[in-house]
């Protein structure tokens, strides 16, 4: 997280310069899916661009770390799920076959 919060300090500190602005829009278009032109990447200086390299593998590694979080999450509820069944003795509800599955004979 070191580069998101470089850019952070940066883009407060003067928000008015174009590498402040590029940097703003990068980070605009990461979260939101937006369109970014990247040869607006390549008008910054060496230090800015190496910046938002950095900027854009930290994101991914964040979007990584959310996929696990989601995952932990679904199989911590189906954990506690199969724990209360237990407890009180009710089935578990299978999951239906998918549409994909052989029809039984």
Do not use: C
């Amino acid at each position: 997280m070191l580069a998101i919060k470089k850019a952070r300090k940066l883009i407060e500190a003067d928000p008015s310069t174009d590498t402040s602005k590029t940097l703003a829009a990068l980070v605009v278009a990461l979260e939101t899916g937006a369109s970014f032109p990247i040869n607006d990447m390549y008008k910054l200086s060496d230090k800015p661009f190496q910046l938002a390299l950095d900027i854009l593998a930290e994101w991914r590694l964040d979007r990584h770390y959310a996929s696990k979080l989601r995952l932990f999450d679904a199989s911590t509820q189906v954990h506690e799920l199969e724990t209360k069944a237990q407890q009180t003795g009710a089935p578990i509800v299978e999951a239906t076959p998918s549409d994909d599955a052989a029809p039984a004979a």
